[in-house]
């Protein structure tokens, strides 16, 4: 029978169905890949552990993206929207309060995670009430980031001071440091902070999508209607998914601000807004495992491309995309454990 | 234990236009606790419309719609279906990217199992295997499945379109006890149909559609003593019967 | 007096912006449901082309032409080399027109550098009271009617025409009546392609030419496409680009041009509550209601 209630969320998390890595051999790969996260400042500089964090401070947005377009199927292009206002706001409410940086700190998290949900639930009850076609979603997040981007630009000048912070337009905005006590989160620090931060965002995506709740959101991606029809509020599910990868884009902007200590309009531009998409299509977007890896290895890709001044960075991830989608649909890491299983068979049957 | 003089689902003056199409046309239903109606109609007369309507899945032009003495005409569909109603679709809607398990589990909303369900379950063979994906399943099993899922959302009326559509004869006759079993056990039920025979084996009361409209309605005796009836519906002209 | 032609002038000039802007994306998606995210640098490709044709010496007017037909054969290439294999996949294809949109604006900058030579305003200015407009503008509101009276030819009296609307009322059913589906989508995106590359090179001189000059397009271009809606091609285009524009001019007017694009985005998604099919289905649902009353 089917019903014995699902036994504890952690435990579904790692045997649920809905991503790969659910079997011994993806526990162990994924404890490995942690130890070595874990044990890398051991033998790295401070520098190399600094930048290393930034290649993993995207992951939360990008698994965000994954939840509402690899299981929800909305597609969203203005993910970096809900990024920069995080991040804004962060920086607004603790560059206020450097007198006390520990409560600044704490009320700018708030802020910040609170101000990018409370945009998505605003944006994504026009969106989401009104039944839009698919593509009407991606189309109207996209003009979302840009109009935000425009707006963020235009604020040079006096009239833009909030407080003792100027937004600073294109030229940007000093941010501080996250502080707790006489503790700053910089280097090391900074570096197991975002760590941690990863991991707990994906284990909490892999209650998510392998409890009931995940299950309707699948189901909705599969066939609205019938989902709708089994009694489910089909634009409240979409909704709530919006928020929470929305939130998600604002953890990452967190991060990216207090990594930083600066941000600019520039975040949310077109040429950004692509990029949460290409990570979550590249790796495998209804899986989180290949989204959080392939993520990593892009971030550290066109880092490395960009910083030896590589004008072809844009272009070598455009490509990418393009083939990826022409290629392997389904993303390049399911599509590479689909050849592995296809290999292992066929030695099997000679 | 159902009360056969209440009224569970009533539907007043129900109005369907599709441009020039008039899909529902003035119609008046009433369905009392615990009956088994099947309603029969020829191709594009309206009763896949009339379901539509019911499930809110098309607003009506005008008229009325009431679930247990409670209006529901302006309620949207799965606030229809936490109200008691379960549904199927005439074309197979079960989830084919999931197993067994995972459909009913959606179906459940997360509450409990009722004893219809399991018992539904248990009859067409479903209850072992449930981690198959849908996939693996044979036409007609698909159509059980989706009837188990209707009901594993512990509806008061269940409504299925052509839920036979395609099965074997003893697949047809197998639903169709099944489908006793659970109206003998209290839960009101209307069936779309085509299938004569299992009409026949089926119904209680039957209601015909023609052209959106209620043409007839009485006991299977009564209908196929018609000949108007005969004429659109049975396919034989006057003719042949005189 | 004047200040009502000078309203006029500018509601015209909003709507004919956002006409020109959306008129490709628009046939595209009207007639495929297929979203061509790299809309904007086609464009950009058709104002490149203009530039480089204009100041070889051709006039103008052949300039526009020819990028037109450049940007149309590019579209088609592309058509058959990618967007193809997303028909029915709509959100894919959005997806990879972004990828090709990408690769096209880096090349551009990479291959022609960050500038490329600006195009003069063609035309003079009209005085009326103390207002002047600009001719070239009048201009573009005159070719906006002839192209969509040209469009509304092309669908409603040619052959063409008849068969671009039976597919895009059921592919399955006109695949089955002989039609060639495939041939009519193919032609249908390089018609899309080459109005882009003709509202590029239009739109050319109205402003500097540079690789990322299709970004300007994206935020207007697609609240239009949203806002009109996929039923009707040039019912919508008409309807929204007009109903934008009028709530675009006095917003811009009052606040500056970022407010009207605020304006504009707030429209789009309060007008998707209340029509989510776009203004397009206005009409439809004045006919079914017609039918009921
Ligand atoms: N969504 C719709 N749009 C336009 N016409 C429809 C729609 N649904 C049904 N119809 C028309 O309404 C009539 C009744 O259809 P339907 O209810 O499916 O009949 P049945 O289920 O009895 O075969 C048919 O003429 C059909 O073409
Ligand atoms: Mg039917």
């Not at chain 1, 989608?325 to 590479?336: D, H």
């Amino acid at each position: 029978m089917p019903q014995k209630r699902r036994p504890n969320p952690l435990r579904a998390a790692f045997t649920g169905p809905h991503d790969i890595g659910r079997t011994p051999p993806g526990w162990a790969l994924m404890g490995l890949i942690l130890l070595g996260f874990l044990l890398y400042p051991a033998t790295a500089s401070a520098f190399s552990a600094t930048n290393v964090a930034y290649y993993l401070l995207n992951i939360p947005m990008a698994l965000g993206l994954s939840l509402l377009w690899g299981y929800g199927g909305i597609l969203s292009f203005g993910q970096v929207a809900f990024f920069a206002v995080a991040g804004y706001v962060y920086g607004v409410v603790a560059g206020n309060m450097t007198a006390d940086p520990t409560l600044g700190s704490i009320l700018g998290i708030l802020a910040g995670l609170g101000a990018a949900g409370l945009l998505a639930l605003i944006f994504g009850y026009f969106i989401f009430y009104a039944r839009v076609a698919a593509w009407i979603v991606p189309i109207l997040t996209l003009v979302l980031a840009l109009l935000l981007s425009t707006f963020l630009g235009l604020t040079a000048g006096s009239a833009w001071k909030v407080g003792d912070v100027a937004l600073g337009g294109y030229n940007g905005m000093n941010i501080p440091s996250l502080q707790i006590g006489n503790f700053i989160f910089q280097d090391y620090a900074f570096y197991y902070l975002t760590v941690a931060t990863v991991v707990l965002c994906f284990i909490g995506l892999r209650i998510r999508v392998n409890s009931h709740r995940g299950q309707v959101l699948i189901a909705l991606r599969e066939d609205p209607l019938r989902t709708e029809l089994l009694g489910y509020d089909v634009r409240l599910e979409q909704l709530v998914a919006f928020v929470i990868a929305a939130v998600l884009s604002g953890i990452s902007g967190l991060l990216y601000v207090t990594w930083g200590n600066y941000i600019t309009p520039s975040v949310t531009s077109l040429a950004q807004a692509s990029l949460p998409v290409i990570w979550v299509a590249v790796g495998g977007r209804d899986s989180l495992f290949a989204v959080m890896i392939l993520t990593f290895l892009l971030n550290q890709l066109t880092y490395v491309l960009s910083s030896a001044g590589n004008q072809y960075a844009l272009i070598i991830t455009g490509v990418l995309l393009v083939a990826v989608m022409l290629f392997a649909p389904e993303g390049l890491i399911p599509r590479l454990i689909e050849l592995g299983r296809k290999a292992l068979r066929l030695k099997e049957a000679t | 234990m159902p009360d056969p003089a209440k009224t569970i689902l009533h539907a007043i003056g129900l109005q369907k236009r599709f441009g020039g199409v008039v899909a529902a046309r003035d119609v008046d239903f009433a369905l009392t606790e615990g009956e088994l109606r099947c309603v029969i109609g020829p191709n594009g007369a309206g009763k896949s419309t009339f379901f539509a309507l019911l499930a809110g899945i098309q607003p009506p032009d005008a008229g009325r719609i009431e679930l247990e003495g409670e209006d529901i005409t302006r309620l949207k569909p799965f606030q229809r279906v936490r109200k008691g109603l379960g549904l199927t679709f005439q074309t197979n809607r079960t989830f084919h990217a999931m197993t067994l398990r995972q459909n009913l589990d959606t179906a459940g909303r997360g509450g409990e199992e009722p004893a219809p369900f399991r018992a539904a379950l248990t009859a067409f063979g479903l209850d072992r295997g449930l981690d198959r994906p849908v996939t693996a399943l044979a036409h007609h099993e698909r159509q059980w499945l989706e009837i188990c899922m209707a009901l594993r959302g512990r509806p008061s009326v269940l409504l299925l379109d052509e839920p036979t559509a395609g099965m074997s004869p003893v697949e047809t006759r197998r639903t169709s006890d099944v489908l006793r079993e659970l109206n003998s056990g209290g839960l009101s039920i209307i069936v779309v149909e085509h299938d004569i025979a299992f009409v026949r084996a089926t119904a209680q009361m039957v209601t015909v559609l023609h052209q959106g409209a209620i043409f007839a309605e009485g006991t299977m005796a009564e209908i196929t003593a018609r000949e108007d009836v005969r004429a659109i519906y049975l396919g034989k002209v006057r003719e042949e019967t005189a | 007096m004047a200040e009502i032609v000078s309203l006029l002038y500018q509601f015209g000039t909003n709507a004919a912006f956002l006409l020109l802007a959306a008129l490709g994306l628009i046939v595209i998606l009207g007639m495929m449901n297929i979203i061509n995210l790299a809309h904007g640098e086609f464009m950009m490709l058709g104002a490149y082309a203009a530039s480089a044709a204009v100041h070889r010496g051709l006039p103008f007017p052949l300039a526009v032409l020819l990028s037109a037909v450049a940007v149309g054969v590019f579209g088609i290439v592309l058509e058959r080399l990618v967007v193809r294999h997303f028909y029915g996949r709509e959100l894919g294809a959005l997806v990879v027109t972004w990828g090709i949109s990408l690769i096209l604006s880096q090349g551009t900058l990479i291959a022609f550098g960050p500038f490329m030579a600006p195009i003069a305003i063609p035309g003079g200015a009209l005085t009326v009271g103390v207002y002047s407009f600009s001719t070239y503008w009048l201009f573009l509101m005159a070719i906006c009617v002839v192209l969509l009276a040209g469009l509304g030819w092309l669908y409603k009296a040619t052959e063409f025409g008849l068969q671009a609307r039976a597919t895009m009322q059921n592919a399955a059913m006109a695949r089955a009546l002989g039609i060639r589906v495939e041939r009519v989508y193919m032609i249908t995106f390089g018609l899309g392609s080459a109005l882009a590359g003709l509202s590029g090179a239009l739109l050319a001189p109205t402003t500097s030419i540079a690789p990322f000059m299709g970004q300007q397009f994206v935020a207007p271009a697609f609240i239009t496409v949203v806002v009109g809606g996929g039923a009707s091609v040039i019912g919508g285009a008409i309807g929204s680009s007009s109903l934008l524009s009028l709530v675009e001019t006095p917003v811009s007017f009052l606040m500056g041009s970022f407010w009207g694009s605020i304006a504009l985005l707030v429209t789009a998604l309060v007008l998707i509550r209340i029509l989510p099919n776009g203004v397009s289905s206005l009409r439809l649902r004045r006919r079914t209601r017609g039918a009921r009353g």
